[in-house]
């Protein structure tokens, strides 16, 4: 288990519990290592960390791979995702409840920061934004 010091690296204080937490769920191979690829993917991020533990119990290399060779794991992102839809994109990436909340406070900010993560152009963000606020 990485100890709360290393947390506090990547973690002001405060979240340092909750990350540890969090981290703590993870059981699998190469524990210390993934941990601290998780901490490094998450970017101070509690729901990076969430995010980024979920995919280490499905597939610890994965975790691995994104943390160690960045800029191959973008390019292979880039690749897999550019064939999806937008739904499709919101949902591989467990933004839907976020996209909704975003919707429902009609939050042009929100959403644009949402399809950005999706990879979506900013002709297409636009439209989404105009259809789904009518701004």
Same mark, same amino acid.
């Given at each position: 288990?990485?100890?709360?010091?290393?947390?506090?690296?990547?973690?002001?204080?405060?979240?340092?519990?909750?990350?540890?937490?969090?981290?703590?769920?993870?059981?699998?191979?190469?524990?210390?290592?993934?941990?601290?690829?998780?901490?490094?993917?998450?970017?101070?991020?509690?729901?990076?960390?969430?995010?980024?533990?979920?995919?280490?119990?499905?597939?610890?290399?994965?975790?691995?791979?994104?943390?160690?060779?960045?800029?191959?794991?973008?390019?292979?992102?880039?690749?897999?995702? &550019?064939?999806?839809?937008?739904? =499709?994109? #919101?949902?591989?990436?467990? !933004?839907?409840? $976020?996209?909704?909340? %975003? +919707?429902?406070?009609? &939050?042009?900010?929100?959403?644009? =920061?949402? #399809?950005?993560?999706?990879? !979506?152009?900013? $002709?297409?963000?636009? %439209? +989404?934004?105009?259809?789904?606020?009518?701004?």
């Amino acid at each position: 288990m990485i100890d709360i010091n290393e947390i506090k690296k990547y973690f002001p204080e405060k979240d340092a519990l909750a990350v540890q937490e969090v981290l703590s769920t993870y059981i699998g191979n190469e524990q210390d290592r993934v941990q601290l690829a998780i901490l490094e993917l998450a970017k101070g991020s509690i729901d990076g960390v969430k995010y980024h533990t979920d995919c280490a119990q499905k597939d610890y290399r994965d975790v691995i791979y994104w943390s160690e060779y960045p800029n191959e794991a973008e390019e292979a992102f880039k690749k897999l995702i &550019s064939g999806m839809t937008v739904n =499709e994109r #919101l949902s591989h990436l467990n !933004l839907f409840d $976020e996209f909704d909340a %975003a +919707i429902a406070e009609r &939050s042009v900010e929100k959403l644009q =920061e949402i #399809l950005e993560k999706c990879l !979506l152009d900013k $002709e297409d963000i636009n %439209a +989404i934004i105009k259809t789904e606020i009518n701004t």
